[in-house]
């Protein structure tokens, strides 16, 4: 059983929600990242979603494109995430950490490491599970071959829009569990239905049958609290990069935890 399966278990047995925050490696400092790792554990996250720098995001919206071009300034790439990542485990050999990127820099990174570097070098530095957003399941079988015969579970967006053909594609190959983008459009946009999350996950459940994250729009404690009744995970990524942004230093890894405890206490109500 992989650790993020072993999470999903644990807090299914407690009936409690998995909140999964998302920050972009490197940013706002290229050290700063597995500080802010350790402050999300200790704030109640169960996973934390690791975001790769990326020159061009298409699922990205400015918020969190700004926060991967800061990162990119500061060299961050992916072999940099990875070593973020053992840093990381050196303290916290427990909480899933899923890499949250493209396959630009997946595929550049294997060039110079040999077909399924990526995957053996992700595992070998800690890492639980990824999530490659212009990776289709119908166009990945060798990546999802490396990442599974590494003990990597690869994960999937699912969408408004998404289908019930395409919801069985994905279902056939996606583990750990499944991220539902909760409206059409980019990171970061404030137009949450929750209504229609609560309409669309039964649909979802019909064919997925691991947990089911939902992300895109989730802001606040109420935000928050109003998707966990209905999903089994809650992503939040734009308002984390908002909380850090313009913090100093010294404030970041309080102010993160501050934000992160009141959305922890929000799903446990």
């Known amino acids: 059983m992989s650790r993020i399966q ?4 644990k807090l299914a047995q407690d009936k409690r929600k ?6 972009t490696a490197g940013f706002p400092f290229a ?4 500080a802010l790792m350790h402050a999300m554990v200790e ?3 169960d996973v934390i979603e690791l975001g790769v720098p990326f020159s061009d995001p298409m699922a990205d919206g400015p918020v969190i494109q700004k926060a991967g071009e800061q990162a990119l300034a500061q060299g961050v790439g992916l072999a940099q995430v990875l070593a973020m990542v053992r840093s990381f485990r050196e303290r916290d050999n427990t909480t ?6 493209y396959a630009n820099p997946v595929e550049r990174y294997e060039l110079g490491h040999g077909q399924g570097g990526f995957a053996r070098d992700a595992a070998a530095a800690g890492v639980d599970g990824v999530l490659i957003v212009d990776y289709p399941p119908e166009e990945c079988e060798t990546f999802a071959a490396d990442l599974k015969k590494n003990g990597l579970d690869l994960i999937f967006l699912l969408a408004p829009t998404s289908t019930d053909q395409r919801i069985q594609q994905v279902a056939r190959v996606a583990s750990g569990y499944v991220y539902y983008v909760s409206l059409k459009g980019v990171t970061g946009a404030g137009n949450l239905d929750t209504a229609a999350v609560e309409e669309a996950l039964p649909r979802i459940r019909k064919h997925v049958k691991i947990p089911v994250g939902v992300g895109f729009g989730i802001r606040d404690e109420a935000s928050a609290r109003a998707v966990g009744r209905v ?3 809650v992503v939040i990524g734009t308002k984390v990069i908002q909380v850090v942004e313009d913090q100093p230093r010294e404030k970041i890894p309080a102010a993160l935890s501050a934000f992160l405890s009141g959305i ?4 446990d109500s």
């Open 6 to 9: 072993a999470t999903f278990a």
């Open 18 to 23: 998995a909140l999964i925050p998302y920050i």
């Open 31 to 34: 050290d700063i990242t597995p």
């Open 43 to 45: 704030a109640g996250s």
């Open 96 to 101: 899933p950490v899923v890499l949250m990127g």
């Open 231 to 233: 999903a089994d995970a």
């Open 264 to 267: 922890r206490a929000a799903l």
